[in-house]
DNA sequence: TATCCTCGAGTTCC
DNA sequence: CTCGAGGATA
């Protein structure tokens, strides 16, 4: 790299060149972590553009560009793409790393299914093309849109593009009306080198290329672009396309596109594995990267049977190749605080090429797995004596996350030390405290900790939370640190326009602000000041409160003031649910130590005799909640009533419009609104299954009988449950009623 | 009390 | 994407 002028020293014609260069610099990296299509600058290294770039416009206020990157906020959203949300869901799929993995997958299926004794059931098993993912959609046989996988539910429309790509038909025939085929755009390898050799820019990797290719602004540049299709799957159709995975692949044929030929139709995991090493031998020889081989369960009533987990569905798996692994020295392990105060361990690394991309960070979890053994001294899992000035292996789990496979210990430094984990926090001094029974360190300086407060920020403005456009980790960082225009907690963000029209000094005439991002920023604000309740929950940041358990809370209590109040009135309970569990732990100690068996049921009965009913009611309605239990109905109790975070919260609330209860659950179910229990042994479906049946419904499945129970569904043998609801006068209905009634 | 499943939290690179 | 642990269940 040339040796920079000193800004002061540039003539005027320099710095217009040198203006031109850094502009085009920062907007390719701009588009680089957009697009994922190139390599990217380090932050340190698009820090030191930005800064330079700002220092010379300082200097030279008259030469300032149209386009100046400092009127740009951070990573523009520089897409020429609009939005497209898909009709169905993109999936992901969950992982397989092992015959095992793969063996569970089948039981796991036969297990919902009620299956366990039966014949081998049929599964197809394909390549996994490691491209990028893409809907398209089809009306009445026309090609009307293609769109990339984004979030999984909302892409971007690539449709111009997509139509330049030889394998995707603009129109097909004899097919439903309204169909989207999903499938893998990649690239071949010869296609890949042909494409690097002919200059202009070097891709990666064939994925990167095909990525780059299919996000061009120009079609015409797209369709010089070899790219290539196949389908694996399909969204909304109006009318089936077989009854099975295997009959809708061969209809996708048909239909003209193309589909991977080394898929297979295999009874049971044995077959599956069987096909997959044959597809791992011909690996080297097919020419496209596949990363592993995906399995599916043919018949396709049972995959609807099966359903979804959050994200996945549970009739596939993809089964992953092992990961490419490669050789570096730890140079140092670093010390990074979250926002719960968990102290994580983070290796720095000697950059490293793993499998096309270079890592120089590696997650080391926390200090039994630095020490390669637990607190007992037992080795644990994974875990291995890591020491800073190791030589250590390198690979990406999942193709992601970098993690350390092995230590060579035979080129160990002479005096290299175990790693001492550090019992204060690196950021404010508190004492970071590891609990008996707790893999993590904590800073314990709570809302004195700035690195807490920052990591609580991020999240509160983070996706499924306030998710405020214009405000992103970087924008957090700067509004932390800064004297005009401080955000030190949530409800700074609210007063920030008030704020900056007061001030002398206004955000458009900052760096990185122009009068378009900082109007938009303040607009993106004063949107959220209407906000579902699930997600202001979920904002705040307690732990053990996720998106899910911060949906269920909200259902329950449909208003924030309701939720507060209950949390107000549960608090002797939470604090006597804490005290318990200390006195517990402490008096297992002792009895372990005296060799005698402890005494916990006493003492925890005492503690909660000294409640009021109020708090005990209040307390048992919220373990009542599925999914709630005593561990985060603890955590949200003692979060909600400390003075000073309540305190800190109720500003917020102040400043907030509305936080809009959850839309009730749409009456199409029958049993919208009831509370529905399982007992004893339900002969034509499992348990599992029955639960999902009756979510479907509108129905909450709780696990206890209580007052509040709606019907009790018993099957075979059901024992107390069917007692207890009898005496509460809870409706009991046997297995045929419940067929009847889920039928609807 | 033990076991299974799902969620939460933390992390990397693009 | 993975690990740990909370929560539900047998």
């Known amino acids: 790299m040339p040796q920079e002028t000193p800004v002061d020293s540039l003539t005027d014609d320099q710095a217009i060149a040198e203006l031109a260069r850094l502009a085009n610099l920062i907007d390719a990296a701009n588009r680089a972590y957009h697009q994922r299509d190139a390599p990217e600058l380090s932050d340190a290294a698009y820090d030191a553009l930005k800064r330079r770039n700002t220092a010379i416009e300082a200097r030279f206020p008259h030469l300032k560009r149209a386009d100046s990157p400092s009127e740009q906020v951070g990573a523009a959203p520089a897409d020429g793409f609009g939005k497209i949300r898909h009709a169905v869901r993109m999936l992901s799929l969950a992982n397989a790393f092992d015959d095992q993995d793969v063996v569970e997958f089948d039981a796991r299926i036969r297990r919902y299914l009620g299956l366990d004794d039966e014949a081998a059931l049929a599964y197809t098993a394909e390549p996994k093309i490691d491209g990028l993912s893409l809907s398209l959609r089809y009306e009445n046989g026309q090609l009307v849109y293609a769109a990339t996988r984004g979030d999984g539910e909302t892409g971007e429309d690539v449709t111009a593009n997509a139509r330049t790509i030889g394998d995707i038909p603009a129109r097909i025939t004899g097919t439903p009306d309204v169909i989207e085929i999903r499938g893998e755009v990649y690239m071949t390898h010869q296609d890949f080198s042909a494409l690097n050799a002919a200059g202009g820019r070097s891709f990666a990797n064939p994925r990167n290329a095909a990525a780059g290719s299919l996000r061009q602004l120009d079609p015409e540049i797209t369709r010089a672009r070899p790219l290539r299709f196949f389908a694996y799957a399909w969204g909304v159709q109006s009318a089936p396309l077989g009854s099975t995975q295997w009959d809708s692949l061969e209809r996708l044929k ?20 069987e096909h997959y090493r044959h597809i791992e031998a011909l690996r080297p020889t097919l020419g496209y990267d596949i990363d592993g081989v995906v399995y599916k369960l043919d018949d396709l009533d049972l995959q609807e049977r099966l359903g979804f987990r959050a994200t996945t569905p549970r009739w596939a798996i993809a089964h992953k190749f092992p990961a490419e692994t490669a050789w ?39 200090e039994d797995y630095i020490a390669g053994r637990n607190s007992q001294g037992e080795p644990i899992r994974d875990g291995r004596d890591i020491r800073i000035g190791d030589w250590v292996q390198i690979y990406r789990a999942g193709d992601v996350i970098p993690k350390i496979a092995d230590v060579d210990l035979a080129r160990r430094p002479v005096d290299a030390k175990p790693f001492r984990f550090p019992d204060h926090c690196p950021d404010c001094g508190s004492a970071a405290v590891r609990e008996p029974g ?12 700035p690195a807490q407060a920052i990591e609580k920020l991020k999240h509160f403005v983070s996706r499924g939370a306030f998710d405020i456009e214009g405000l992103g980790a970087r924008q957090i960082e700067m509004f ?35 009068d378009r991002s900082a109007a938009k920023l303040f607009e993106a604000i004063e949107a959220r000041r209407r906000i579902p309740l699930s997600r202001f929950l979920f904002a705040l940041g307690i732990r053990h409160l996720g998106e899910v358990a911060a949906g269920d809370l909200a259902r329950h209590f449909g208003r924030w003031q309701d939720l507060a109040s209950a949390a107000d009135l549960a608090a002797p309970a939470a604090a006597c649910q804490i005290a318990a569990d200390a006195a517990e732990l402490s008096e297992r100690a002792r009895a372990a130590d005296e060799g005698r068996r402890p005494e916990v049921k006493k003492t925890r009965d005492a503690l909660w005799q000294g409640l009021s009913p109020d708090a005990r009611a209040a307390w048992e309605d919220l373990i009542g909640i599925e999914g709630v239990g005593a561990v985060l109905a603890a955590s ?14 109720d500003r917020l609330v102040a400043e907030l419009i509305e936080i809009v209860p959850p839309e009730a659950r749409g009456d199409a179910g029958v049993l919208t609104g009831k509370t529905v229990v399982f007992t004893g042994t339900l002969t034509r479906m ?42 509460l006068g809870v409706t009991v209905i046997d297995e045929d009623a419940w067929l009847a009634m889920s039928r609807g």
């Open 438 to 449: 707790d893999s993590t360190h904590r800073c314990t300086g709570g809302l004195i900790c």
């Open 254 to 273: 048909t239909m003209g596109f193309s589909v991977n030929p080394l898929t297979r139709r295999c009874l049971g995991p044995k077959a599956l594995l």
């Open 328 to 366: 570096t020295r730890l140079e140092a392990i670093d010390i990074q605080v979250g926002r719960t105060g968990a102290l994580s361990p983070v290796a720095r690394l000697a950059p490293v090429n793993v499998g096309g991309v270079l890592v120089s960070n590696a997650t080391l979890h926390n």
């Open 636 to 649: 949200l109790v003692t979060t909600l009533t400390q003075p000073k975070e309540r305190a800190s919260i």
């Open 686 to 727: 499992t348990r599992a299954e029955a639960k999902v049946r009756a979510e479907a419904l509108g129905a909450k499945v709780a696990g206890s009988v209580s007052a509040r129970t709606d019907f009790l569904i018993a099957g075979e043998g059901a024992g107390s449950k069917a007692t207890k609801a009898a005496a």
């Open 480 to 514: 932390f640190t800064d004297d005009l225009l401080p955000v030190r907690e949530p409800v700074d963000i609210f007063t920030l326009a008030a704020r900056d029209a007061a001030n002398l000094a206004k955000l458009k005439n900052r760096d990185g602000f122009g």
